[in-house]
């Protein structure tokens, strides 16, 4: 089974395995004594998980119960975590929403608003002067992607290179060798200090790297997007009860007026705002997964 059809069914096999994994935290399938916020590492791990501690610290003022922010290894590692109900409330890309939701009940509450948009897209960055101009130049080079369950980072560039290209998969088909990266910032690093040629991010990454890298602007070019992708979420497990998860969803809401609580969400993912979220709004991502599944040999041939 090529390479990237192998890290999907590896994730979804992840997914099947953290379902039968226990109740976690409460043991019983009802509400836990406390409540454990997911992270993924867009960034630096420890600098996120400092970041988010007041946020975690008025979640539990507003809803009476604590909340501890808890920062994952990757984007598959909250979907287990949320699976075997280890962590309650994930902040997870749309198409970890997917896998969570199909594999593991995960409920989606909420979505980010950037820049008074739900929706945005993945780019495309390589050196300036590296002659790389268009997709078709990406032919053979080395491709540093996040994880094989980002949906910008890896699931929408994946599938445009299927599409344009006419190939099952682009890790052997059409790139030349890959580089999983664990982070935005690291994939944008990667290809900054030329160990790699492409990297595919969510628009513009570069910009919060700006402090460490105040050339990256100049060094880094993008050549191509994709498709409009619904924002990130806000998701929760199956384990919770109703009423508790409009608490947390109303919680987050009133977020929007506390203008400090606001700035931990930008800086830690970008977000400006938060919106209702609804699960047929993730569509667009499920349909852009079929392009996988559908050709996974369940035989391994």
């Not at 040629?197 to 910009?207: C, H, L, N, S």
């Amino acid at each position: 089974m090529k390479k990237v059809l192998s890290v999907l069914l590896s994730l979804t096999m992840v997914a099947v395995l953290a379902a039968c994994g226990g109740q976690g935290a409460d043991g019983d399938g009802g509400n836990p004594d406390k409540l454990v916020m997911g992270f993924v590492p867009s960034q630096d791990s420890d600098k996120i998980a400092d970041t988010v501690q007041p946020l975690a610290e008025q979640l539990s003022e507003e809803l009476g119960i604590e909340v501890e922010g808890r920062v994952m290894t990757n984007y598959s590692a909250l979907v287990e975590a949320m699976g075997s109900n280890q962590v309650q409330i994930g902040f997870i890309p749309a198409f970890g929403y997917v896998l969570a939701n199909e594999k593991h009940g995960v409920e989606v509450i909420l979505k980010s608003e950037r820049h008074g948009s739900d929706t945005y897209r993945a780019q495309y960055v390589v050196q300036g002067d590296s002659g790389i101009q268009s997709l078709k130049d990406l032919k053979g080079k080395t491709w540093a992607y996040v994880d094989a369950a980002s949906t910008s980072g890896y699931l929408f560039p994946a599938a445009q290179i299927m599409d344009e290209f006419d190939v099952k998969d682009p890790t052997t088909q059409f790139f030349g060798e890959v580089v999983q990266a664990g982070s935005h910032d690291n994939a944008l690093i990667t290809v900054y200090e030329g160990e790699a040629d492409v990297a595919t991010t969510f628009e513009d990454a570069r910009t919060g790297l700006e402090e460490d890298y105040p050339d990256i602007m100049d060094k880094l070019e993008v050549i191509e997007y994709t498709d409009e992708i619904p924002n990130d979420t806000i998701s929760v497990t199956k384990n919770l009860d109703d009423e508790l998860v409009q608490k947390i969803q109303q919680a987050f809401l009133r977020f929007n007026d506390n203008e400090e609580m606001i700035q931990i969400m930008n800086d830690v993912y970008n977000w400006d705002a938060i919106r209702e979220a609804a699960d047929e709004d993730f569509d667009i991502v499920r349909d852009t997964f079929k392009k996988f599944e559908d050709s996974i040999d369940l035989d391994g041939s």
